[in-house]
C-alpha cells in the first residue's frame, strides 16, 4: 500500500481544516490507518486510527472531540477532519497503514506502510 498525505497550510486558531489521505494498491480496504503528527524536536504521535471498515475509531487526548477521522473505502482515501484548531497543533501530518493494529492502543510501530507528510501551522 502506497499512501499519500494532502491538505496542510496555514489556518489561524480556531479554525478547520481537513487533511486527505490517498492510497493506491488494492489491499487498502483491508488495512487499518492512521494519522500522525510531529511536531520540530518532538517525537511522532498518534493523532488518530480508524479499523479497516471503518466501524472503530481511536483518538490521542489531545485532540479528542475537535478532530474526527473517517474513510471511504470505494475512493481509497482516508480523512481527517480537524476543528477548532489550536497552535500547539502545528506540526507535520503523516498517514499510514497497517493490516494488524489494536484500535484501542495504536502504536507508531505497528503501522508499516508510510506516505510523506502534509505541513499544518495554526497561528495564533
Known amino acids: 500500500v502506497q499512501l499519500q498525505a494532502s491538505g496542510g497550510g496555514s489556518v489561524q486558531a480556531g479554525g478547520s481544516l481537513r487533511l486527505s489521505c490517498a492510497a493506491s494498491?488494492?489491499?487498502?480496504?483491508?488495512?487499518?490507518v492512521g494519522w500522525f503528527r510531529q511536531a520540530p524536536g518532538k517525537e511522532r504521535d498518534v493523532v488518530a486510527a480508524i479499523t479497516w471498515t471503518g466501524s472503530m475509531t481511536y483518538y490521542a487526548v489531545f485532540v479528542k472531540g475537535r478532530f474526527t477521522i473517517s474513510r471511504d473505502n470505494a475512493k481509497s482515501t482516508v480523512y481527517l477532519q480537524m476543528n477548532s484548531l489550536k497552535p500547539e497543533d502545528t506540526a507535520i501530518y503523516y498517514c499510514?497503514?497497517?493490516?494488524?493494529?489494536?484500535?484501542?492502543?495504536?502504536?507508531?510501530?505497528?503501522?508499516?506502510?508510510w506516505g510523506q507528510g502534509t505541513l499544518l501551522t495554526v497561528s495564533s
Open positions: 499510514a497503514a497497517a493490516p494488524f493494529v489494536s484500535i484501542t492502543t495504536p502504536r507508531v510501530a505497528d503501522f508499516s506502510s
Open positions: 494498491g488494492r489491499a487498502f480496504s483491508s488495512y487499518a
